[in-house]
């Protein structure tokens, strides 16, 4: 349980970490600095530790704070919570289904259907996409989007959830190598992806009990594993639209059939 002071200095923190680094890997970035998608050598996996400290800037902020205010009393509990899997088949089935419900209207919305990658890619990059995405979710999925939905309610906290994300997303577009920085047109199709995944990540922390901050982990690592794969797919207006507008619509759907049947019980 997070009260608003968890919240907000876990926010705070996470800012304070995030813009500090990306910041100087910024002005780096003026004399040659770059992060590397695809590692094949020593040099570039020293040059993407910075850069994994940015992205990783969620899960740090939120073992600090819960540690420093004593809602865990160590790295072991910590983790132990942010790979808690047990749970029943339900939860996956959601997770796997909005996945390809994304890709799948993405893909028909663009008129094309073809893969950037081969589909192994997918398999071969998870292990890499825990650490560069799906561990955002130790931070944002354990504390903020919770503790934001308990004060301010389902809708309002995904909306709050998907603005302060964005913000956190911002320097990508400015770091050499990464695969965000493509323009405003790029930008303003993201903008919708972040406000309409936290409506999902938001219905996930509903149904999932106390795995939830896992199944957000897994479904970040998914969604971003899927996204070098299927990135041909995911840059036109139409399919950004359906695909966020549907998977919004099934979120919401998802909590409001979940808050009745609690109401029934």
């Not at 990059?125 to 995405?133: D, Q, R, T, V």
């Not at 794969?229 to 359906?242: C, D, K, L, N, R």
Request: charged share 5%; with cysteine.
């Amino acid at each position: 349980m997070t009260d608003r002071k968890t919240v907000t200095n876990f926010t705070v923190l996470t800012f304070c970490i995030a813009y500090l680094v990306s910041g100087v890997l910024i002005i780096l970035g003026q004399f040659g600095y770059q992060v590397y998608n695809w590692v094949d050598t020593l040099p570039q996996f020293c040059a993407n530790i910075p850069f994994a400290i940015y992205i990783l800037s969620p899960a740090i902020a939120s073992y600090i704070i819960l540690r420093r205010n004593n809602k865990v009393a160590g790295l072991r509990e910590w983790l132990k919570t942010v790979f808690n899997a047990k749970n029943n088949i339900y939860p996956y089935i959601f997770v796997v289904a909005g996945l390809v419900l994304y890709y799948s209207l993405h893909a028909l919305f663009s008129g094309n259907t073809g893969a950037a990658l081969p589909l192994y890619a997918f398999f071969l990059s998870l292990p890499g996409n825990l650490f560069i995405g799906g561990l955002e979710e130790a931070g944002w999925a354990y504390i903020m989007q919770p503790g934001l939905a308990r004060k301010l309610g389902y809708i309002p906290s995904c909306i709050l959830s998907g603005g302060i994300w964005l913000l956190w997303h911002i320097p990508l577009f400015f770091i050499p190598g990464t695969n965000h920085a493509e323009g405003v047109i790029h930008f303003c199709m993201f903008a919708v992806q972040c406000m309409g995944l936290r409506f999902f990540f938001g219905a996930i922390c509903k149904i999932s009990g106390k795995s939830h901050v896992f199944m957000c982990v897994l479904f970040h690592t998914m969604f971003n594993a899927a996204s070098s794969v299927f990135a041909a797919v995911t840059t036109t207006w139409p399919g950004t639209i359906a695909a966020n507008a549907a998977i919004v619509l099934v979120s919401i759907l998802t909590v409001a059939a979940s808050n009745q049947n609690q109401t029934n019980l």
